[in-house]
């Protein structure tokens, strides 16, 4: 520079007009070499970078270009190039250094920010490959380290800007700790809350989770620094505080779906009239089914050993004891639950009475389906229900059901007939048929 602004002066031009044409020159031949050092950068060591990426086994270096991290990257090499050569283009102003270098310190500060977001978010993307984030989700501490990063990039830019050191707004923070934690109660709630709810397991992505007051139940679809999202079975998306689950509670059916049985819990009124002892017809029917053959087998000859070892006389029921139809139909439910397919044998299997009440008296099923997957678990059911209500007729019961509008309509028509029936049959005398009696 001090040749060229030497040459130009023995051609009579003055020293400042020299130092300035000195100066552009130089100026646009560091633009050149920057451009030029850009072109090279993204036109050539990019696509080679992509190339080998996608080339690889792992896929980590995909995310990282779907990202957008090494074109980010590549970003940083112009303000850094004219960054240093700002003293050597500005020798002649130097007070012009200085603002020219903060305007450089404020890009490359956004692009340095830019770039660590970009791999923050392959980072997550490649963790959730994984099966282990299912177990312990990162999404709500990724955006913590993205606020941080963020947070401390706007000081950053801010101290470069008043002069100051960055230490002295971080020194600062303290007097403003009742402020920072108002406006951001949300995520440090969140944040707090997403740390128990990982380190205690209690939620995960996938799980069912019911929670009446903000109207959730379904599956657990994401899991934010703030919020829970929950896809409900009608496809709606329900968003929760993360904060909420940890202080009011909630419901969580991932232990159903690890223990291998979804419970059946249903019943089913018998009318108490239809209740009776067996006889000889019965019991000789009931012998058909194979389901019942070793268990009336066994409890004839109990019941016979019983009631001859107190000689009860067996014409009168009430005398020893006796079997039931409704006892009956229990034990065949208990054969034909234990022999079902779809039904977990390893856990609870009960078929009970409940308390009698004004609808007759409820017969409970109480197993647990081998099957957990919603659809198939109501085809289960159903099928059950359906083989439970086609098999009481047939030891002689009744389902107790209200009145419809049908029985009702059956009965009058009856009562009808009936009626007309009696007024068309003649009426007994009453004259002198009464006298001759008397």
Same mark, same amino acid.
């Given at each position: ?8 002066? $023995? ?9 300035? !044409?000195?100066?552009? @020159? @130089? ?5 050149? &070499? ?6 090279? =950068? /993204?036109?050539? !060591? ?17 995310? &990282? @270009? ?9 970003? *940083? ?27 450089? =310190?404020?890009? &490359? ?26 177990? @312990? ?23 470069? !800007?008043? #002069? ?25 709630? #969140? ?23 903000? %109207?959730? %139940? ?19 998306? =329900? ?9 009011? #509670?909630? /419901?969580?059916? /991932? ?9 059946? *819990? ?63 139909? $229990?034990?065949?439910? *208990? ?12 856990? =609870? ?21 081998? %099957? ?33 509008? *049908? ?28 006298? %001759?009696?008397?």
């Amino acid at each position: 520079m001090d040749g060229f602004r030497i040459y130009l002066e $023995r051609y009579g031009i003055g020293s400042s007009q020299a130092e300035l !044409l000195a100066t552009v @020159l @130089l100026l646009c031949l560091a633009v050149i &070499l920057v451009f030029f050092a850009e072109i090279v =950068t /993204r036109k050539i !060591l990019l696509k080679v970078v992509a190339l080998v990426a996608r080339k690889s086994e792992t896929s980590f270096d995909d995310m &990282l @270009l779907d990202h957008r991290v090494f074109a980010w990257i590549a970003h *940083m090499v112009p303000p850094v190039l004219l960054y240093n050569a700002a003293h050597p283009v500005f020798r002649y102003y130097p007070d012009a250094v200085q603002p020219v270098q903060l305007v450089l =310190t404020i890009y &490359l500060t956004i692009i340095v920010i830019l770039v660590c977001l970009s791999f923050l978010d392959s980072l997550l993307e490649f963790y959730n490959e994984h099966p282990v984030s299912e177990r @312990l989700p990162l999404k709500s501490f990724i955006q913590v380290l993205k606020t941080v990063i963020v947070a401390s990039g706007a000081v950053i830019v801010i101290a470069r !800007l008043l #002069g100051t050191s960055p230490l002295v707004f971080f020194s600062g923070l303290g007097a403003f700790t009742a402020v920072i934690i108002l406006i951001f109660k949300d995520a440090i709630l #969140g944040f707090v809350a997403g740390i128990q709810l990982t380190s205690n397991n209690l939620v995960k992505i996938g799980d069912w989770i019911e929670m009446p007051k903000y %109207d959730a %139940d379904g599956e657990v679809s994401d899991i934010s620094l703030v919020t829970v999202s929950v896809q409900n079975w009608d496809k709606t998306i =329900t968003v929760i505080p993360a904060y909420a689950l940890i202080s009011e #509670g909630f /419901r969580n059916w /991932r232990g159903m779906s690890e223990s291998g049985g979804r419970r059946i *819990m249903r019943s089913v009124s018998i009318d108490m009239q239809s209740v009776t002892f067996c006889d000889e017809a019965q019991l000789q029917r009931l012998r058909s089914v194979s389901l019942l053959q070793q268990y009336l087998d066994v409890k004839s000859r109990e019941i016979e050993d019983y009631n001859s070892r107190h000689a009860f006389v067996s014409d009168v029921p009430l005398n020893g004891r006796r079997m039931t139809n409704f006892g009956t139909f $229990r034990a065949y439910l *208990m054969a034909y639950l234990r022999s079902h397919p779809k039904i977990n044998q390893d856990m =609870t299997l009960l078929v009970r009475h409940l308390q009698p009440e004004e609808n007759g008296i409820p017969l409970q099923i109480y197993v647990f389906c081998s %099957d957990v997957l919603w659809a198939n678990y109501e085809a289960v059911q159903a099928d059950i229900m359906d083989h439970v209500l086609a098999s009481l007729p047939f030891f002689g019961l009744r389902v107790f059901q209200s009145p419809s509008g *049908m029985d009702i309509a059956d009965a009058g028509r009856a009562l009808g007939r009936r009626t007309a029936a009696e007024g068309s049959a003649p009426a007994p005398a009453t004259g002198s048929a009464s006298r %001759d009696s008397e």
